[in-house]
């Protein structure tokens, strides 16, 4: 069982997850965040710590989210790990709450 990044994440990239992480399982993209499941140990830490509500369990995943099981092991295995706090996106307030951003991220 893993943790995921879902749909909230896009255009925000907000990085506080990424501090707690004891296994540095996050990935960065141009402007999503992903966790990888083969290297995420399920310790739930990074959950509470998105500003964008945007980490769920697998397990808990609403179901209109499920693609991005699939999205983060892809992209994990493409995109550079992050392991330190980064800024978030300049318009990432804007950004989030809105609804069906997948179509805005960047691979």
Avoid: H
């Avoid at 994990?76 to 307030?93: G, H, M, R, S």
């Amino acid at each position: 069982m893993a943790f995921v990044v879902t749909d909230n994440c896009i255009k925000c990239k907000y990085t506080d997850c990424v501090e707690v992480c004891p296994v540095d399982c996050f990935y960065e993209g141009p402007n999503f965040l992903v966790i990888d499941p083969d290297e995420c140990i399920d310790c739930a830490l990074c959950e509470p710590e998105c500003p964008a509500e945007a980490i769920f369990s697998e397990d808990e995943l609403p179901e209109d989210q499920v693609q991005f099981v699939e999205i983060n092991a892809d992209l994990a295995a493409k995109w550079d790990n992050i392991t330190e706090k980064k800024d978030p996106l300049p318009d990432a307030a804007e950004w989030d709450g809105k609804p069906n951003k997948l179509q805005y991220l960047e691979r």
